[in-house]
């Protein structure tokens, strides 16, 4: 039971405060034969709609943008709005007006995610309540607007404007008209001719793959008026990977990890000005071949305590001699070779002779193995031009069980000619070690010592870059 009152006037210049209540509820509870209390929140209801259900038997859905008007409202309401988005966008709501009685009539905003629902916020009285925004996770989200009042005393109602903002799709910005969509694994050619030019592509895989790369094999246009834009997309929004324009006389990779289905590679060409009709060459232009694939295998367990978390099985060779696999290697390669020497010898020597792999994805790697335990020595990966310095590594012996496990590792695509290296086992006492003496020329060298007199050095080996101090 509710009682009413229309007036309040708060006398404080008296002493004794006289007040008289205006606008002012007080709850009486009256108990009847069986007691009953009755909660002020609507109790749970099935719906066949997952929007509704717990609050509503049934509601009304509105999309895109717009505005949501409830009132004067009527006693014990209990009414249900969901408000969502043709696609999956930034959803926000903000109300124009609010007037509902106070702790009795409640209007409550509740998130649902396609699946569950969360509670934004519970209002009534007349302050407006704030904005709610959310950032859609699916085509199913949106906002349950859900208004119960109860048997007495209704006011004006509310309303609000619902506002539907597009997230960024894969086409965007100066794409936004589209263009084609490219997956899995293939090549882009597009060659330029006297007219203007405005290209898109969007390049992504089949299903959600590790990474995805494009490799530019042949790029020439015109310096700073033919442009290409490469973007990555991460399912929401681009962000500039790289602006190339010219000519290209390398090869060249560029890669993305996928976050997910949606996330790609956004391709923008630009040919602003017409070129004169003498300087056409159907030559021009670019080619780029784009993959989808994963990354390097995981550890594996072998029977052979050499190989052991790095391949299942692999070859053993020792002594002195060379190891080639540089005539092109293979997709998705797992491989493994163990260098180790008889037990004369006391330290072992690699010298790395040719290195090419694809630089970031496939890779090189000298592992240590005492006998017992696995220890990286470096992980190598790119290689190919002039300039690079080839990696050398040596190893002390400390029984006929050690030596040094080589591994190579590559992705599901883009390949090089791969590597050699040279290996040699030491039969002297004095090892192979670094030292500031050899500083500048060589990685490891010997130091050699005696008594007063004269000694003989020889060695006969090719291929190979070795220093004795």
């Not at 709005?81 to 007006?97: A, K």
């Not at 496939?362 to 220890?375: A, C, K, L, P, R």
């Amino acid at each position: 039971l509710k009682l009413q009152f229309l007036y309040f006037i708060d006398y404080n210049f008296m002493k004794e405060k006289l007040a008289y209540l205006l606008a002012t509820t007080l709850v009486v509870t009256v108990s009847a034969s069986e007691p009953e209390n009755t909660p002020l929140d609507a109790t749970p209801y099935d719906s066949e709609s997952a929007h509704f259900d717990g609050y509503c038997a049934s509601g009304v859905e509105v999309t895109g943008s717009g505005t949501l008007s409830h009132g004067p409202y009527g006693d014990d309401e209990g009414l249900c709005w969901f408000v969502t988005c043709d696609s999956p966008s930034d959803l926000q709501l903000e109300f124009t007006s609010f007037d509902t009685e106070a702790f009795f009539d409640i209007v409550q905003v509740i998130a649902f995610d396609g699946s569950t629902h969360s509670m934004a916020g519970s209002y009534s009285g007349y302050d407006l309540p704030p904005s709610s925004s959310m950032t859609m996770a699916n085509s199913q989200s949106g906002y349950l607007i859900h208004f119960k009042s109860d048997g007495s005393a209704s006011k004006n109602g509310f309303s609000l404007n619902y506002q539907c903002t597009q997230k960024s799709s894969r086409f965007d910005g100066d794409c936004v008209a589209g263009g084609e969509v490219l997956t899995g694994t293939g090549a882009l050619s597009h060659h330029i001719y006297g007219t203007s030019d405005k290209v898109c592509w969007f390049v992504t895989c089949d299903s959600p793959a590790d990474v995805l790369k494009l490799e530019f094999h042949r790029f020439s246009t015109e310096a700073d008026k033919e442009v290409l834009r490469v973007m990555e997309f991460d399912g929401v929004s681009h962000s500039l990977a790289n602006t190339i324009s010219g000519h290209l006389s390398y090869s060249y990779t560029l890669s993305m990890a996928l976050t997910n289905s949606q996330s790609g590679y956004l391709l923008h060409f630009e040919k602003e000005t017409i070129s004169d009709f003498m300087d056409l060459d159907n030559e021009n232009g670019f080619e780029i071949n784009y993959h989808c694939g994963k990354r390097v295998v995981e550890p594996v367990d072998s029977a052979s305590a050499h190989f052991d978390g790095y391949c299942a099985d692999g070859v053993v060779l020792s002594g002195k001699g060379a190891l080639w696999h540089n005539q092109g290697y293979g997709n998705n390669e797992n491989l493994c070779w163990f260098i180790t020497c008889d037990s004369q010898s006391r330290s072992l020597i690699l010298e790395t002779t040719s290195f090419e792999t694809e630089n970031g994805f496939d890779y090189m790697q000298v592992i240590e193995f005492d006998g017992s335990t696995h220890s990286l020595l470096g992980s190598n990966t790119g290689g190919g031009g002039y300039d690079d310095v080839l990696p050398k590594w040596s190893m002390a012996l400390p029984n006929s069980q050690s030596g040094l496990l080589i591994r190579f590792m590559s992705d599901a695509a883009v390949t090089r000619s791969g590597f050699s290296l040279n290996y040699q086992c030491d039969t002297d006492m004095v090892s192979y070690s670094g030292g500031p003496q050899f500083d500048g020329y060589c990685h490891i060298g010997k130091v050699v010592t005696g008594t007063v007199g004269t000694g003989t050095l020889s060695h006969a080996f090719s291929n190979e870059n070795l220093c004795w101090f």
